[in-house]
């Protein structure tokens, strides 16, 4: 399926019937988690999914280009959120649980 987010996905054994998805934070890519995959053990095979965010303006770094699963307008709690951003990005995470 092409129209996924970029990603990786790593079995940490054969046939894997569970999947993790492991979402990275604000400016970062799903090859910086991957490391983990070594270092958790769990009792049965896992499927561990990487995507990486789509590059976007965020507000709070003044518009810098750079992946992020939405814009962040500001720090203050409570604040506004980029609900449109949020949404798409659920979205392109449940394309992801679909496969």
């Known amino acids: 399926m092409s129209d996924l987010l970029p990603h990786i ?9 569970y999947s993790i998805i492991w979402l990275h934070g604000l400016g970062a890519n799903g090859e910086d988690f991957v490391p983990m995959v070594d270092e958790i053990h769990l009792p049965h095979a896992v499927r561990y ?15 810098f280009i750079m ?3 939405y814009d962040i307008r500001n720090g203050e709690i409570g604040a506004e959120q ?6 798409a990005s659920q979205h392109e995470v449940e394309k992801l649980i679909e496969q």
């Open 82 to 87: 980029d609900a449109a951003g949020i949404r």
């Open 67 to 69: 992946p992020a699963w």
């Open 9 to 17: 996905t790593l079995p940490s054994g054969r046939d894997p019937q």
């Open 49 to 63: 999914i990487f995507p990486h965010a789509p590059n976007r303006p965020v507000t709070i770094n003044g518009g």
